[in-house]
């Protein structure tokens, strides 16, 4: 293909220009052929990308608005003409048919966009180039940007998100939020953060900050700056209050890792603001009695935070109950609700084989039951306790202080998937003061701890000593109960 200048523009700088392409370099007046040959080497219409026999002419140009395009056609030969491709510009002596040897202006008033074709510049194959399509071509018209601030987010004690957002005007923007407050030393302003977007859409923009007071008043604006001289525009300013100091709040979460002996408390504190200190209170009741090592939190911004703790020495096999109790310098103190946990019993283990023994007589109450037997030393019968064949020997003891009653007892063979019932008696009313029960009882030592209800409580704390009746009833899946009892004495 023979060279020809079908189509160039020159670009008259009468304003401030933006950022202009690359291929035009600085001066008063520029001049951009945008088809594919120059004929005039001081039109910088290539770009120097790729190789020195593969160059491409400039696409697009960027001006500021106010600026004007001057197009120019001399090449009486070839016609040639500009098409707007949706908005157009403000132009004179620009023809929209193809003509010859004409030249014109158009001007740039209002920012955006604008596009426009040539049909008369090639697109076809060609051993130099290859194949190309120089027909469309881009004027990127830069206005100034607007910024908005908007409403702060997300406030905690300590803490707010600023929110805010820019519409660039297809400039490169840098911002930044400024901001004042209780313990700001003068106007403080948040790192310089860059729009990647240059075009012409509003975009949202937030930047988080902290170490703030809490519940105090804070005053800030979003700031936009752009163009090689960095030219500000600013928000107007917005208002936002942190929260205030609260006291703290408790949640009792389900334990977990339950073992025999041990178990692990869960909850979580929300501090409320500042430091706050957190403990778990347990026992086989609701009122407690023992509690967690006291440990502290830091103040948050205004969130919950996971803790636990550990409890170790446990009796197998006991319902206890706990709940997360949080204080700091507010009023009242957090105060989780009260939940319960039950320890592992321990394993089902065989009892070693024993000799047969006879029946014993079923009771449902007072001494064990016994066997009579001749002695041969006696004409008399003798009375002696008589093994069960459904549990072996109960060991009973008791707690110095609190009223619990601690104990064990061997379940058989025989025994195994019963029911056990354990109450305790005041001696002389035989008032219940205290019942336990357990279904489906495996077969091995079985332990238990059962403390004095409310009513056997309030009778130690006036008398601060008691002697206990245990009575202990097992009735197997099949045959008759078998009920054993036992003294033992509690103290306040």
Same mark, same amino acid.
């Given at each position: 293909?023979?060279?020809?200048?079908?189509?160039?523009?020159?670009?008259?700088?009468?304003?401030?220009?933006?950022?202009?392409?690359?291929?035009?370099?600085?001066?008063?007046?520029m001049?951009?052929?945008v088809?594919?040959?120059?004929?005039?080497p001081?039109?910088?219409?290539?770009?120097?990308?790729?190789?020195?026999?593969?160059?491409q002419?400039?696409?697009?140009?960027?001006?500021?608005?106010?600026?004007?395009?001057?197009? &120019?056609?001399?090449?009486?030969?070839?016609p040639?003409?500009?098409?707007w491709?949706?908005?157009?510009?403000?132009?004179?002596?620009?023809?929209?048919s193809?003509?010859?040897?004409?030249?014109?202006?158009?001007?740039?008033?209002?920012?955006?966009?604008?596009? /426009?074709?040539?049909?008369?510049?090639? +697109? $076809?194959?060609?051993?130099?180039y290859?194949?190309?399509?120089?027909?469309?071509?881009?004027?990127?018209?830069?206005?100034?940007?607007?910024?908005?601030?908007?409403?702060?987010?997300?406030?905690?004690?300590?803490?707010?998100?600023?929110?805010?957002?820019?519409?660039?005007?297809?400039?490169?923007?840098?911002?930044?939020?400024?901001?004042e407050?209780?313990?700001?030393i003068?106007?403080?302003?948040?790192?310089?953060?860059?729009?990647?977007?240059? +075009?012409?859409?509003?975009?949202?923009?937030?930047?988080? *900050?902290?170490?703030? $007071?809490?519940?105090?008043?804070?005053h800030?604006?979003?700031?936009a700056?752009?163009?090689?001289?960095?030219?500000?525009?600013?928000?107007?300013?917005?208002?936002?209050? &942190?929260?205030a100091?609260?006291?703290?709040?408790?949640?009792?979460?389900?334990?977990?890792?339950?073992?025999? &002996?041990?178990?692990?408390?869960?909850?979580?504190?929300?501090? =409320?603001?500042?430091?706050?200190?957190? /403990? /778990? $209170?347990? =026992?086989? +009741?609701?009122?407690?009695g023992?509690?967690?090592?006291?440990?502290?939190? #830091?103040?948050?911004?205004?969130?919950?935070?996971?803790?636990?703790?550990?409890?170790?020495g446990?009796?197998?096999?006991?319902?206890?109950?706990?709940?997360?109790?949080?204080?700091?310098?507010?009023?009242?103190?957090?105060?989780?609700? +009260?939940?319960?946990?039950?320890?592992?019993?321990?394993?089902?283990?065989?009892?070693?084989?024993? $000799?047969?023994?006879p029946?014993?007589?079923?009771?449902?109450?007072?001494n064990?039951?016994?066997?009579?037997s001749?002695?041969?030393?006696?004409? #008399?019968?003798?009375?002696?306790?008589?093994?069960?064949?459904?549990?072996?020997?109960?060991?009973?003891?008791?707690?110095?202080?609190?009223? *619990?009653?601690?104990?064990?007892?061997?379940?058989?063979?025989?025994?195994?998937?019963?029911?056990?019932?354990?109450?305790?008696?005041a001696?002389?009313?035989?008032?219940?003061?205290?019942?336990?029960?357990?279904?489906?009882?495996?077969?091995?030592?079985?332990?238990?701890?059962?403390?004095l209800?409310?009513?056997?409580?309030?009778?130690?704390?006036?008398?601060?000593?008691?002697?206990?009746?245990?009575?202990?009833?097992?009735?197997?899946?099949? =045959?008759?109960?078998?009920?054993?009892?036992?003294?033992? =004495?509690?103290?306040?």
């Amino acid at each position: 293909m023979r060279p020809h200048t079908l189509l160039f523009f020159a670009l008259v700088l009468l304003g401030a220009v933006a950022a202009l392409s690359p291929a035009l370099a600085n001066a008063a007046e520029m001049k951009l052929e945008v088809n594919q040959n120059c004929v005039d080497p001081e039109w910088p219409c290539w770009t120097t990308e790729g190789s020195a026999l593969r160059p491409q002419p400039a696409l697009a140009v960027k001006i500021a608005a106010g600026d004007e395009v001057m197009f &120019t056609d001399h090449d009486a030969s070839t016609p040639a003409a500009v098409v707007w491709m949706g908005s157009a510009p403000a132009c004179t002596g620009v023809p929209t048919s193809a003509m010859t040897n004409w030249e014109g202006k158009c001007t740039f008033v209002t920012s955006g966009v604008y596009k /426009f074709e040539s049909s008369t510049l090639f +697109d $076809e194959e060609n051993t130099l180039y290859g194949k190309a399509n120089y027909r469309k071509y881009e004027i990127v018209v830069a206005g100034t940007p607007t910024d908005l601030t908007t409403s702060a987010s997300g406030e905690t004690q300590t803490e707010a998100m600023l929110n805010g957002s820019i519409d660039p005007e297809g400039n490169t923007v840098e911002y930044h939020f400024e901001y004042e407050g209780p313990g700001v030393i003068g106007k403080q302003s948040t790192p310089t953060a860059t729009l990647s977007e240059a +075009d012409f859409t509003s975009h949202s923009v937030s930047v988080q *900050v902290t170490g703030l $007071e809490p519940g105090m008043i804070y005053h800030f604006q979003l700031v936009a700056t752009y163009g090689v001289g960095k030219t500000s525009v600013s928000g107007a300013t917005q208002m936002f209050k &942190t929260h205030a100091v609260t006291a703290p709040t408790a949640t009792t979460l389900a334990a977990e890792g339950f073992k025999e &002996t041990e178990v692990t408390l869960k909850g979580t504190v929300n501090p =409320g603001g500042e430091a706050t200190e957190y /403990f /778990f $209170e347990y =026992g086989t +009741d609701t009122h407690y009695g023992l509690k967690t090592e006291t440990a502290t939190l #830091q103040a948050s911004g205004g969130s919950n935070q996971g803790v636990s703790a550990t409890l170790k020495g446990l009796a197998p096999g006991t319902e206890y109950h706990f709940r997360l109790v949080a204080k700091n310098k507010q009023s009242p103190a957090g105060e989780g609700l +009260d939940r319960s946990f039950t320890t592992a019993s321990p394993p089902a283990k065989e009892p070693p084989a024993k $000799e047969p023994s006879p029946t014993p007589t079923p009771t449902t109450g007072g001494n064990p039951a016994a066997i009579t037997s001749s002695s041969p030393s006696s004409e #008399q019968p003798k009375t002696e306790p008589a093994p069960s064949p459904l549990f072996g020997s109960v060991k009973l003891a008791s707690t110095q202080h609190g009223g *619990v009653v601690h104990g064990s007892l061997v379940v058989s063979s025989a025994g195994s998937g019963g029911q056990l019932q354990i109450e305790l008696l005041a001696k002389g009313a035989n008032a219940p003061v205290g019942k336990l029960a357990r279904s489906l009882l495996h077969a091995g030592k079985l332990t238990f701890a059962l403390p004095l209800n409310a009513k056997g409580k309030a009778a130690l704390r006036r008398h601060r000593r008691l002697t206990l009746t245990v009575k202990i009833t097992l009735t197997p899946q099949h =045959g008759a109960a078998v009920t054993v009892t036992r003294g033992v =004495g509690v103290r306040a």
